[in-house]
């Protein structure tokens, strides 16, 4: 199996930044979008970010839009998650995933899956 490794999550208070970083091996990449998708618990999975390996086009949800930005570093195979003004509405577990393209549901057709990291913010 190829592996995700996701990194950064952790214990932050509202308003506060996080950062998180998601590595794989360069045959995880031969599916070209690698996203980030969160679950936080009563809540149905979301799509929040991702971007295009090729292009370099990036996306981002309407709910984390001027709040959250998508980078990446070629050399590392890493792909960042920048995430700023954190809310309450925040904490989840954000997985690192990959799939063929960006089109189609952003809740289905995902390829691989990391671990997932665990984002929690407090008031």
Do not use: H
């Amino acid at each position: 199996q190829v592996r995700l490794v996701e990194s950064g999550g952790g214990l932050v208070q509202a308003g506060a930044s996080l950062r998180l970083s998601c590595g794989a091996s360069a045959r995880t990449f031969i599916s070209d979008f690698i996203g980030w998708v969160r679950q936080a618990p009563g809540k149905e999975r979301e799509f929040v970010g991702g971007i295009s390996w090729g292009s370099s086009i990036t996306y981002i949800a309407s709910s984390v839009k001027g709040r959250f930005t998508i980078s990446r570093d070629n050399a590392k195979n890493t792909v960042y998650l920048q995430m700023n003004s954190l809310k309450t509405e925040d904490t989840a577990v954000y997985y690192c995933a990959t799939r063929p393209t960006y089109s189609g549901d952003p809740n289905d057709g995902w390829d691989y899956w990391g671990q997932g990291t665990q984002v929690t913010v407090s008031s």
